[in-house]
């Protein structure tokens, strides 16, 4: 049983669409990253969001931070093809050091 | 380039045969964490240090596994007797605890270390 739930696990859709991914757990986190991985690469850090109910944005991307630091989501808005590629969120639980990550959501963004 | 890297890139080795993987962390973070990865998951705590000390290993790590951070700098991940079970990729990533409060731990990846058992 994952401890960090991602949702959906696949995702396929036309360029322009846009999408949102779910990152949940029942434990809380003193903090969530989402990072973004390709084929044959390591993962790459997009955002941390730390305090309950923050919200980032990073260009077309909105992360947002659950109130209760149990969960988060990545919305995108306009996919484009470059935005194809694993996201991960990942966490570090209220006095811990260990990151342990979800399963992850393979997103295909089609030209 | 002063990110995470890690060596050998790619490794093919035959079974029953040891392998060891180095990493080299950002030089101001203090903590260093090794993963594995296989396709189509996310990657998977083994273990990390903070310095040279070994604070905790997964249940993943078997006896057969084993890593090592002699002076707090780099480290390295030994697989012995190697099955193909073990075919994945070892990531090692590297995080600081300064400014904790305000950036969380937030962990910075190397490429990875792709492992073929033959």
């Known amino acids: 049983t994952q401890l960090l739930e991602q949702s959906p696990q696949f995702l396929s859709i036309q360029e322009g669409e846009n999408l949102t991914v779910y990152c949940n757990s029942s434990?809380?986190?003193?903090?969530l990253q989402w990072y973004r991985q390709e084929p044959g690469e390591g993962p790459v850090l997009l955002v941390t969001v730390v305090t309950g109910g923050e919200v980032k944005k990073l260009k077309r991307l909105t992360f947002q931070f659950g109130d209760a630091r149990k969960d988060s989501s990545l919305h995108i808005t306009a996919a484009q093809p470059g935005d194809t590629g694993l996201y991960l969120c990942a966490g570090d639980r209220t006095g811990g050091f260990k990151t342990i990550f979800g399963a992850g959501t393979r997103l295909f963004v089609k030209a | 380039d002063t990110g995470v890297s890690q060596d050998p890139r790619h490794k093919i080795t035959k079974r029953g045969q040891n392998v060891t993987f180095r990493c080299d962390p950002i030089s101001e973070h203090n903590r260093l964490y090794w993963y594995r990865q296989t396709l189509g998951q996310g990657p998977e705590f083994l273990t990390y240090?903070?310095?040279?000390?070994?604070?905790?290993k997964s249940r993943l790590l078997s006896d057969r596994f084993s890593a090592e951070r002699p002076k707090g700098s780099f480290s390295t991940l030994e697989i012995q007797r190697t099955e193909q079970g073990d075919s994945a990729m070892y990531l090692c990533?590297?995080?600081?605890?300064?400014?904790?409060?305000?950036?969380?731990?937030?962990?910075?990846f190397g490429e990875g270390s792709w492992l073929t058992v033959v």
């Open positions: 990533a590297s995080s600081s605890n300064r400014g904790r409060g305000h950036s969380g731990n937030t962990i910075y």
């Open positions: 240090f903070q310095n040279e000390a070994q604070l905790e």
């Open positions: 434990s809380v986190f003193s903090s």
